[in-house]
């Protein structure tokens, strides 16, 4: 499945994800500048913060506790399509999800 990651200078950047890898180890396998991942991806440091394109909100799977809890202490201010891309898992039903990039994740 494709993603597009849209910086906050408006730059889009599309790549090509694996099926059942998340956004987050997609970003980082393709260089993404403003995906920090430092967990790793296990739920713990919310440097992997994006805002969800309206159009996807819906689509995506519910977010976890973990995931919920991290987001208030995420750099960005949170809003209401605030997720964390190490969380969102790529199937082919996501095929061309926009993420948009937060100016930080520190
Ligand atoms: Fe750390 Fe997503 S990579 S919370």
Known sequence: ???TF???DGRAQRIDGG???SAMQAATRHDVNGILAECGGNA???TCHVYVD???LARLPAM???EDAL???AAA???ANSRLSCQIKLAADLDGLVLNLPDRQL
Do not use: N, T, Y
């Open 1 to 3: 499945p494709s993603i």
């Open 6 to 8: 849209v910086h906050p």
């Open 19 to 21: 099926d059942g890898e």
């Open 44 to 46: 713990m440091c919310a």
């Open 54 to 56: 309206e159009d996807w």
């Open 64 to 66: 976890g506790d973990d």
């Open 71 to 73: 987001l208030d202490g």
């Open 77 to 79: 201010e949170r809003r």
